[in-house]
């Protein structure tokens, strides 16, 4: 495998759109194609593939997540715990631009600071 994810194997990229079109979950295509989600999600989106439906909230997992935003959760927090697209959370929530703005504030501290780091990953779901 290539160090530089824009040039993939021929093989990769093949392997890529079959998993693809076999409503395979992007983590499981990365680990057979042996590079990261987000160079299988570049590539999808280079070869105009659709992503495979995900599935719907329940009622009750709509409800956690009503109630985890209220808590003032990351939606990406969320997003993890439920093993969701933030798309999907952020459509079931009527964010409030505020909050994600200070969100993203913080965030760029935080990333800048190693002790922070290690505590976001330490507590992050």
Not at 29 to 56: D, F, N
Request: proline residues 7%.
């Amino acid at each position: 495998m290539s160090a530089d994810p824009r040039h993939l194997p021929a093989a990769a990229i093949k392997r890529i759109r079959e998993m693809t079109e076999a409503d395979q979950p992007i983590a499981a295509i990365a680990a057979e194609v042996g590079t990261t989600e987000r160079t299988v999600s570049r590539w999808r989106a280079k070869m105009r593939l659709a992503k495979p439906a995900g599935r719907p909230l329940t009622p009750d997992e709509r409800r956690w997540v009503l109630a985890a935003v209220a808590d003032g959760v990351p939606l990406n927090w969320i997003a993890e715990t439920l093993d969701r697209n933030v798309g999907t959370i952020g459509r079931v929530t009527s964010a409030n631009p505020e909050s994600l703005a200070a969100w993203k504030s913080i965030w760029g501290e935080i990333r800048y600071n190693d002790s922070l780091v290690e505590l976001h990953r330490e507590f992050a779901p």
